[in-house]
């Protein structure tokens, strides 16, 4: 079983950056894929990006494509999630998640949510 724990939101000002982290402990699957998911207050969990847990492949979702950049460091269990160019509408709870393919899109395609990480960005 797999256990998230994700760090790093904050309160900022549009225009900033922040980079956001996803500690995995316990046995994640080679082959599966760690994303980040995003989840306003009165919406949907809504799929940002994913990386596979070995190799290099990511997916992202298009409305975030060019200012967010995920990542990891194998070394420390982490995935990361690099925002730019913060922007009011990114407010959220960020989510870490666990999925069997880097292309899973849906939240139902993941598990073993970590709490989440609030993020704020005021105008």
């Known amino acids: 079983q797999v256990q998230l724990v994700e760090s790093g939101g904050g309160l900022v000002q549009a225009g900033d950056s922040l980079r956001l982290s996803c500690l995995a402990s316990g046995r994640v699957i080679s082959s599966s894929a760690l994303g980040w998911f995003r989840q306003a207050p009165g919406k949907e969990r809504e799929f940002v990006a994913a990386?596979?847990?070995?190799?290099?492949?990511?997916n992202y979702a298009n409305s975030v494509r060019g200012r967010f950049t995920i990542s990891k460091d194998s070394d420390k269990r982490t995935i990361y999630l690099q925002i730019n160019n913060l922007k009011p509408e990114d407010t959220a709870v960020y989510y870490c998640?666990?999925?069997?393919?880097?292309?899973?899109?849906?939240?139902?395609?993941?598990?073993?949510w970590g709490q989440g990480t609030q993020v704020t960005v005021s105008s």
């Open positions: 998640g666990n999925a069997a393919s880097v292309w899973a899109v849906s939240a139902r395609d993941y598990d073993s």
């Open positions: 990386i596979r847990w070995m190799g290099h492949t990511t």
